[in-house]
């Protein structure tokens, strides 16, 4: 099974329509972090959690929200979606200790079409 | 404002040719890392370069890192068609968690 999973994975909805992201950790790390992206633009952060208790903005959080339900359970909400949110949406963990705390593992990626 | 910028952003080569892929960034930072992404699918973390003067070497691709000129190189030794994937540089601003990625490089490599 996949460390770090993301559903859905692929998502069709309308302008103005809210929906959520979902991503789950077997990993047991602590930090955790939404990205989208663009062609051509790499990758870009949107929200970044290191506990329950602590969620943080990225670069680019405007119209989006988060909440960190459990240590392994990190959600992406689009509350009123635009077509300029079309992207590929990814989701990565982080450890503090260890290997696992010089870098982040991505998930599969979700991608979202807003019409 | 962090900026990071990669170049080249599309590379065609022939299988056993060595290149450069360059990564520049424009403040101080002492963390960069590599990822590959094939096609539809996530990133593959490849190297993590936590210092002045660091090199890691895997296979037909080594990295390094040059925190003083802000540039990092991922060099392909003897290209081969399975390397073909996009390669992004992701430069760390907050201890490895707020990373800045550059735009990547679209690597094909013909037979």
């Known amino acids: 099974d996949a460390d770090v999973t993301q559903t859905p994975r692929n998502r069709i909805t309308k302008t103005g329509k809210r929906i959520m992201l979902e991503c789950s950790q077997t990993?047991?790390?602590?930090?955790m972090y939404w990205y989208r992206q663009d062609p051509g633009l790499g990758l870009r952060l949107i929200y970044y959690?290191?506990?329950?208790?602590?969620?943080n903005k990225g670069e680019i959080s405007d119209g989006y929200s988060v909440s960190r339900q459990a240590q392994a359970k990190f959600s992406l909400s689009l509350e009123s979606a635009i077509p300029n949110q079309t992207a590929l949406y990814f989701c990565?963990?982080?450890?503090?200790?260890?290997?696992?705390?010089?870098?982040?593992?991505f998930g599969p990626g979700t991608r979202l079409t807003v019409l | 404002e962090l900026k990071v910028e990669q170049n080249p952003l599309f590379l065609s080569m022939q299988e056993g040719k060595n290149y450069t892929i360059y990564c520049n960034y424009s403040?101080?930072?002492?963390?960069l890392y590599w990822y590959r992404q094939d096609p539809g699918k996530s990133l593959e973390s490849l190297f993590v370069?936590?210092?002045?003067?660091a090199v890691k070497q895997e296979g037909r691709l080594m990295a390094s890192l040059d925190t003083k000129a802000r540039l990092s190189t991922l060099h392909i030794t003897a290209a081969v068609h399975d390397l073909s994937a996009t390669y992004f540089c992701?430069?760390?601003?907050?201890?490895?968690?707020?990373?800045?990625f550059g735009g990547g490089t679209r690597l094909m490599v013909k037979p």
């Open positions: 370069l936590l210092s002045n003067g």
């Open positions: 990565a963990t982080r450890g503090t200790s260890g290997s696992s705390y010089n870098e982040q593992f």
């Open positions: 992701a430069v760390d601003r907050n201890a490895g968690n707020m990373l800045t």
């Open positions: 990993k047991g790390h602590d930090r």
């Open positions: 403040t101080t930072s002492d963390r």
């Open positions: 959690s290191f506990d329950v208790k602590d969620i």
